[in-house]
């Protein structure tokens, strides 16, 4: 690495546990002592960058929000939007209408849906968040900056319908939904974008991530590392896996690549 690392994570299941919906001190303060050193630190999340109190905590300097579809930084400077045409929501919506699934936007008042439906209460339970609330969708995207749908639906729906939408591409980090963006965007173009405003090279990032959504950017950085508690996929996709969230695993990997120092409050794995 030619700089301080440029150190991109992913939010639900990466920073946030889905046992305790927090992030682990151990992660807030190894973070903390790596941006003290001079990394520097940006979130990688399907969230949008409204919905991100829960990390509060953590020392980031950037957001790649709804899959690099919507990057700024912290203090609000935005560095670029990758909206979605009216053309491929309205087909979207037509196609959530044939096949009979849930359809949401995904914008700064959180997801917004079409109608209500037991799998948002699932999602909702999931990510430890309110319910969804319905509202006319064609209203939300009037109104706002679209730059991600969710499709609740399973895999199999979501491939008929993708067919009909060249322009968009769909990821998913849990079987009950798929995130939708332009294609081409994903958290891998946001960390290209990232990497070219701080003048950073691929070679000096590193990427963390549990999720399918986190695979191009696992694949892109110089050392990509996967999670414990991440699927199959990502890990065959990682340089190395890490510990479960739960168990230390951001602390852990920085101090196997000796960003940090052991910390005294953790006993390091070597994992």
Not at 142 to 156: A, H, K, Y
Not at 256 to 268: A, E, H, N
Request: aromatic share 8%; net charge negative; charged share 20%.
């Amino acid at each position: 690495m030619t700089h301080n690392p440029i150190i991109f994570l992913d939010v639900d299941g990466t920073l946030i546990s889905f046992n305790t919906h927090k992030v682990p001190d151990s992660a807030i303060l190894s973070l903390k002592e790596a941006h003290k050193s001079g990394a520097i630190i940006v979130i990688a999340t399907g969230r949008p960058i409204t919905d991100l109190k829960e990390i509060s905590e953590v020392p980031y300097d950037a957001v790649i929000a709804l899959n690099g579809s919507d990057i700024s930084l912290r203090n609000g400077k935005r560095i670029s939007t990758h909206p979605i045409p009216f053309e491929e929501f309205d087909e979207s919506m037509n196609l959530a209408e044939k096949y009979g699934f849930i359809i949401g936007i995904e914008n700064g008042k959180g997801v917004i849906v079409n109608r209500h439906g037991d799998i948002l209460v699932k999602w909702a339970e999931l990510v430890a968040h309110p319910v969804p609330q319905v509202a006319d969708l064609y209203k939300e995207y009037s109104e706002s900056t679209c730059c991600q749908l969710c499709f609740f639906c399973d895999e199999s729906t979501q491939n008929k319908v993708m067919r009909n939408l060249p322009m968009l591409n769909a990821s998913r980090w849990n079987p009950m939904f798929a995130d939708i963006n332009i294609r081409g965007i994903d958290k891998a173009t946001g960390m290209d974008e990232v990497c070219s405003y701080y003048g950073y090279n691929q070679s000096d990032t590193i990427a963390f991530g549990d999720g399918g959504n986190d695979i191009p950017m696992i694949k892109r950085a110089a050392i990509g590392i996967a999670m414990g508690n991440a699927g199959d996929e990502v890990k065959s996709n990682a340089d190395f896996i890490t510990d479960s969230v739960d168990d230390n695993g951001i602390y852990n990997a920085l101090v196997r690549m000796k960003i940090i120092d052991p910390l005294s409050d953790y006993l390091y794995s070597s994992q």
